[in-house]
């Protein structure tokens, strides 16, 4: 009977110590969902007054689902915001997306070429560890060889890609809003 006693105890102990243990997780997990919440609404208020950063942050987390549902939407206004604060990232993100027709925006090589031309006004190498080109690298790289990818680089081989699809009169489209974007700046 002891050992029975014993038995029952133990477990009785063990059950309470996962319970204690996952209380402590819950309670762990409901404070870092309070301080995700926290960090978006921070983030959102730096945006909203002009934090180039900040747009490109809130983008990102709308796109990859952390700490945010996904809401291609939003990750779309987002992105546009900081691009057109000049945001480098978030210039190549639209090209993107616009060249293949993600994130919640239609397919549009117009848009993609003005956002790649925006893109391609600093060196490729400053996108060098942002996840969305080192996807389309790699596809980039599998189309056109790894020898073309590493000589040309990733925007040169999607400015190809691009043009080969588009009238001249395309071309000369894109390459006027990014013109006129250019212009407007200070």
Known sequence: MRHLFSSCARRAFLVSALAVTLAAN??????????????????IFL????SVEAMFAIAEMYREKRPVPHDFAQAAKWYRSAAMAGH???????????Y?????????????????????????????DFSIYEIFKALMCQLYGLDQCEKRGVIALMHDALTDSMTPD?????????????EGQP
């Open 88 to 98: 480098t990232r978030a210039r190549f993100a639209l090209a993107v997306f616009y």
């Open 100 to 128: 293949s027709g993600r994130l919640g925006v239609p397919r549009d090589f117009v848009q993609a070429l003005a956002w790649l031309i925006l893109a391609a006004a600093v060196p490729e190498r400053e996108l060098a």
């Open 170 to 182: 395309q071309i000369a489209e894109a390459q006027r809003m990014a013109r006129e974007w250019f």
């Open 47 to 50: 945006a909203n007054r002009g």
């Open 26 to 43: 819950i309670a762990q997990t409901q404070a870092e969902v309070l301080d995700r919440r926290a960090e978006v609404e921070q983030l």
